[in-house]
T-cell receptor, first 115, second 114 residues
Framework: KNQVEQSPQSLIILEGKNCTLQ??????????LRWYKQDTGRGPVSLTI?????NTKSNGRYTATLDADTKQSSLHITASQLSDSASYIC??????????????FGAGTRLAVHP | NAGVTQTPKFRVLKTGQSMTLLCAQD?????MYWYRQDPGMGLRLIHY???????AKGEVPDGYNVSRLKKQNFLLGLESAAPSQTSVYFC?????????????FGPGTRLTVT
């Protein structure tokens, strides 16, 4: 069964600190892995997309890593800001899924950054 | 350029009532999707469309119908709402079915069925 598991479910950090969110997946056939940021009351917005040949990708203070062998990914946030408070969703795209690009979504990690 | 918009933002229905959620995109995308998001679960695909006049079932289609009469609009209908359909509904669109294509999401509709 295709699954994406994220940990922790929720996290509280102080402004300026770093944090790392984890994602494990059992999805086949794998095409790429994405991280989305979802602000409260808004739709998800893409942060990074990585194919199996990419180990790391950055978007400003966000750095995603991918280990295709162990089927794990992480999202590292550096020097957190209050605006980083959001849910972060790990999403895996399947290869050759038929009529559309099938995405498997994790349940998300809810991050709260406190002053 | 508004991207993907959804109406309404919030709605409360009684069991058995019907309603239609409207999604509109101004990016000339061929593909459009309806997802639902429930607490503790990832987004799940309800229905999708690969172009004007076409629709297809996703993972959780029961209790929903859709229509894509115009390329820019994708409607999601609930004919007889049930409490199990209480959820946040997201519409998304993409240019093609390419595996690296971005899906752009709307702001969501929060639906409560009592």
């Amino acid at each position: 069964k295709n699954q994406v598991e994220q940990s922790p479910q929720s996290l509280i950090i102080l402004e300026g600190k770093n944090c790392t969110l984890q994602c494990n997946y059992t999805v086949s056939p794998f095409s790429n892995l994405r991280w989305y940021k979802q602000d409260t009351g808004r739709g998800p917005v893409s942060l990074t997309i990585m194919t199996f040949s990419e180990n790391t990708k950055s978007n400003g203070r966000y750095t995603a890593t991918l280990d295709a062998d162990t089927k794990q990914s992480s999202l590292h946030i550096t020097a957190s800001q209050l605006s980083d408070s959001a849910s972060y969703i790990c999403v895996v795209s399947l290869m050759f899924s038929g009529g559309y690009n099938k995405l498997i979504f994790g349940a998300g990690t809810r991050l709260a950054v406190h002053p | 350029n508004a991207g993907v918009t959804q109406t309404p933002k919030f709605r409360v229905l009684k069991t058995g009532q019907s309603m239609t959620l409207l999604c509109a995109q101004d990016m000339n995308h061929e593909y459009m999707y309806w997802y639902r998001q429930d607490p503790g679960m990832g987004l799940r695909l309800i229905h999708y469309s690969v172009g004007e006049g076409t629709t297809a079932k996703g993972e959780v289609p029961d209790g929903y119908n859709v229509s894509r009469l115009k390329k820019q609009n994708f409607l999601l209908g609930l004919e007889s709402a049930a409490p199990s359909q209480t959820s946040v509904y997201f519409c998304a669109s993409s240019y093609s079915r390419g595996t690296l294509d971005e899906q752009y999401f709307g702001p969501g509709t929060r639906l409560t069925v009592t």
